[in-house]
């Protein structure tokens, strides 16, 4: 802070020797046209916006057809079918099925049954085919195996 007593002019305004104002260095005149053709552009911008936007609305109804009513309206609030497990509206339990699923793929892997009988294809137990492998080895079967002879040139 100044310990300068402040020379006041006409008005009270304080008045310094080095500082002038002129007033034809700003020009208000030019601001406020800027302001008000800014203000002029953005509504004009806002209403093509505006324009184009319902003309394409128009376009998209006519051309495309509307969608399904929705679920709601049609007095189900479940999805059609079929439904993912574990989501409302689907009252099986996806443990329990998992688990019945696995004891069936289990009792199918260790039955015994015959696919063929006239032939002698039998269905045996997984376990029981992987010892008889390693035991024996695997073998192809009667698949011939064609060679081809080198031509001579």
């Known amino acids: 802070m100044s310990t300068e007593h402040l020379n006041n002019g006409p008005g009270g ?6 500082v002038a104002f002129e007033e034809r260095d700003v020009r208000v005149s030019i601001i406020l046209k800027f302001l008000v053709w800014m203000a002029v552009v953005i509504i004009l911008s806002f209403g093509f916006s505006l324009v184009f936007y319902r003309g394409l609305l128009h376009y998209w109804n006519s051309e495309y057809m509307p969608p399904p009513p929705s679920r709601a309206e049609a007095g189900s609030m479940m999805p059609p079918e079929p439904r993912m ?3 409302p509206g689907h009252f099986n339990d996806p443990q329990l099925d998992m688990r019945e699923k696995v004891q069936e793929d289990t009792a199918a892997n ?3 049954s015959w696919v ?3 032939a002698g294809i039998a269905k045996i137990p997984v376990s029981d085919a992987m010892k008889m492998i390693a035991e024996k080895g695997f073998s192809a079967g009667n698949v011939p195996v ?3 002879q080198a031509e001579p040139k």
């Open 110 to 112: 260790e039955s015994m």
């Open 13 to 18: 305004l304080p008045v310094h020797q080095d």
């Open 116 to 118: 063929d009988q006239k």
């Open 85 to 87: 497990q574990g989501m």
């Open 146 to 148: 064609e060679k081809k």
